[in-house]
């Protein structure tokens, strides 16, 4: 079975301080992983994803993520937020051979001027 | 490009009627995916055609969700009879053939049964 786990459904952040959304999974298997983000009536737009070739993942935005296969962890950074950063954040989890994709529960991220 | 097109944006419906929703991928993407968010739950898959083909559809609720794709192009859901519990947003994705290609989302339907 695979899940994913959000650990802060919202986050808080000052504008130009950095950003960290955190996300662990549990896979029996090389999971897909990925980072959505979703803002105000918009549909869901892939920020970056890991498919084993590298650890550390760039994304759009400034946005990367690294994965920690011993901590199970995906967790999203972005060194310095911007008010246009506001939005809800999904990691997401896919099995190798399954297209399905299982979704966190989100964490809506806030930027304060 | 044209992205992933739903229809409509918002749909209020009163309980045990039928409301139908549509879908027009990214032209050329052979497949198609439902996704829904009830309130205050994950999105949570529903199913996905390649092409016309249903190739897996575990994540449909129960038998008043009929979902189609006649043609290999657009694709429709029906809630027939809609239950207060179906409200939520409706996703619809759709990406390549080509295995490990990113999935694009649509804006969603927005779903309300009273």
């Known amino acids: ?113 | 490009e044209a992205g992933v097109t739903q229809f409509p944006s918002h749909s209020v419906i009163e309980k045990g009627q039928t409301v139908t929703l549509r879908c027009d991928p990214i032209s050329g993407h052979d497949n198609l995916y439902w996704y829904r968010r009830v309130m205050g739950k994950e999105i949570k898959f529903l199913l996905h055609f390649v092409k016309e083909s249903k190739q897996d559809e575990s994540g449909m609720p129960n038998n008043r969700f009929l979902a189609e794709r006649t043609g290999g192009t657009y694709s429709t859901l029906k809630v027939q009879p809609a239950e207060l519990e179906d409200s939520g947003v409706y996703f619809c994705a759709s990406s390549h053939r080509d295995r490990g290609s990113p999935l694009h989302f649509g804006n969603g339907t927005r779903l309300t049964v009273t």
């Open chain 1, 1 to 113: 079975a695979q899940s994913v786990t959000q650990l802060d459904s919202h986050v808080s952040v000052s504008e130009g301080t950095p950003v960290l959304l955190r996300c662990n999974y549990s896979s029996s298997y090389s999971p897909s992983l990925f980072w959505y983000v979703q803002h105000p009536n918009k549909g869901l737009q892939l920020l970056l994803k890991y498919t084993s070739a590298a650890t550390l993942v760039k994304g759009i935005n400034g946005f990367e993520a690294e994965f920690k296969k011993s901590e199970t962890s995906f967790h999203l950074t972005k060194p310095s937020a911007h008010m246009s950063d506001a939005a809800e954040y999904f990691c997401v989890v896919s099995l190798t051979g399954r297209r399905a994709l299982t979704f966190g529960s989100g964490t809506r991220l806030q930027v304060q001027p």
